[in-house]
Structures are given as C-alpha cells and as structure tokens.
C-alpha cells in the first residue's frame, strides 16, 4: 500500500528559530499534498494544500509567510514554520492522494505527524 | 463551511458492539472516511462511502445515508486495542473532519 513518511518525527525549538519537515511518498508520486495540524484531544485542521510545481493553497486564517510549503517534487513536500513561537507547538500532519487505494483518487494516506515543541 | 458532528466520547464493554454517528452539511459531497486515530499518531483509514448504503470490512462496518447526511461507524467485537479516536471526514476535494469520537473499551 500507499506510504508517507515524515521527517522528524519530534523536534524541540528555541523560540525564533524555523523550523522544518519533510513529508515523502515513499512508493508513489503525488501531485497534491497536504498538511494539517492538531492540538491535543481536538480533531485536524487543514492548513494547506501543496501542488507540486505550484504555489500551495492556503485555508483561512493560516500566515502563509508563517507556514512556508515547498511541493519541489512529485515526493516530496516541506513545510518550515519560521520564526517559531510557542503557540505553534502542535501535531502537524502530512497527506498525499493516491490512486491506489479503495477510493481512487480521493483516498489520502497520512504520514507519522511531527510533534513541534517551541520552548 | 462545513459542519460534521459526531459525539465526543463513547464507552463500551469488551466483545460488545458499539455504533458511532457523525452528520454533516457541506457545500459539496465526493465520499465520507472514517479513521482511527490512537493518540500521538497519525490516522488510518478503516472506511469509505461514496454511494448509500452498509459497507462492511471485517469488525467494522459504515453506513452511509446521502439525503440525511448521516453516516455510522459500527464496531463488533469490539478488542482493547479499538480504544482510541475515531474521525469522520467528508471529502470535496479536499478533507473537512469532524472533532473525533474518543472510543474506551473496557474490560
């Protein structure tokens, strides 16, 4: 089956800083990503939706010079959260649409997430 | 926008069975999901309806209505390890997911 993975799986920040995560396809290409974020006990809200070779789509109310999305390949999509702030520790999540799963085009396989901790 | 409701938290026994709602209004239809999600990872799809009707996989079971906006999750037999978070999500073109059903079971 469809596999995303992610990259770090948990990283700690200084307040300020950027950081950055990666989400891959592993064994198949994916021409939209997207990417999600979750706070404790609530359910995922999606942030944007990456296009590969195009400028993400971004939902209301998401600073997209805050949450900066690269979509540089059909395999990859980066997400950097510049100049973190505690508030922005949370659960962030990746997913790509496949054409292999049991609802075609429409299915999204999710990555492991990432926990952000902004200290 | 979208509204997709599902109860916050449900308790059942081991071996019972136990049924989750989730409604919804949303300006577009292409499909409802289900996931489980266990805490500090990522969901996993268990379901999908596009047309009305029961689905049935194993232990779990999804039923969807079109016209009512209704769909269910039903989970039989229910094991320890089915404690955990499950999402309803309607799809148009993009994934819009309901707050999620915290499932206890106990034994």
């Known amino acids: 089956g469809a596999v995303v993975s992610q990259h770090p799986s948990r990283v700690i920040c200084k307040s300020g800083t950027s950081v950055k995560i990666e989400c891959r396809s592993l064994?198949?290409?994916?021409?939209?990503m997207f990417w999600y974020r979750q706070f404790p006990k609530k359910s995922l809200m999606l942030m944007a939706t990456?296009?590969?070779?195009?400028?993400?789509?971004?939902e209301q109310g998401v600073e997209k010079d805050k949450f900066l999305i690269n979509h540089a390949s059909l395999t990859l999509s980066t997400l950097t959260v510049t100049s973190a702030h505690p508030e922005d520790s949370s659960f962030y999540i990746c997913?790509?649409?496949?054409?292999?799963?049991?609802?075609?085009?429409?299915?999204?396989?999710f990555g492991p997430g990432t926990r952000l901790t902004v200290t | 926008g979208q509204n997709i409701d599902q109860p916050t938290e449900m308790t059942a026994t081991e071996g019972a069975i136990v049924q989750i709602n989730c409604t919804y209004q949303?300006?577009?239809?292409?499909?409802l999901f289900w996931y489980q999600q266990h805490a500090g990872e990522a969901p996993t799809f268990l379901s999908y309806?596009?047309?009305?009707g029961l689905e049935e996989k194993g232990r779990f079971s999804s039923f969807l209505s079109r016209s009512k906006g209704y769909s269910y999750l039903l989970l039989k037999e229910l094991q320890m390890k089915d404690s955990a978070s499950y999402l309803c999500?309607?799809?148009?073109?993009?994934?819009?997911f309901g707050a999620g059903t915290t499932v206890t079971v106990r034994a």
């Open positions: 999500a309607v799809n148009d073109y993009k994934l819009s």
């Open positions: 064994d198949f290409q994916a021409t939209t």
């Open positions: 949303t300006s577009g239809f292409n499909g």
């Open positions: 309806n596009v047309l009305d």
């Open positions: 997913s790509a649409n496949s054409m292999e799963g049991l609802a075609g085009a429409y299915e999204q396989y």
């Open positions: 990456s296009n590969e070779g195009s400028k993400a789509t971004y």
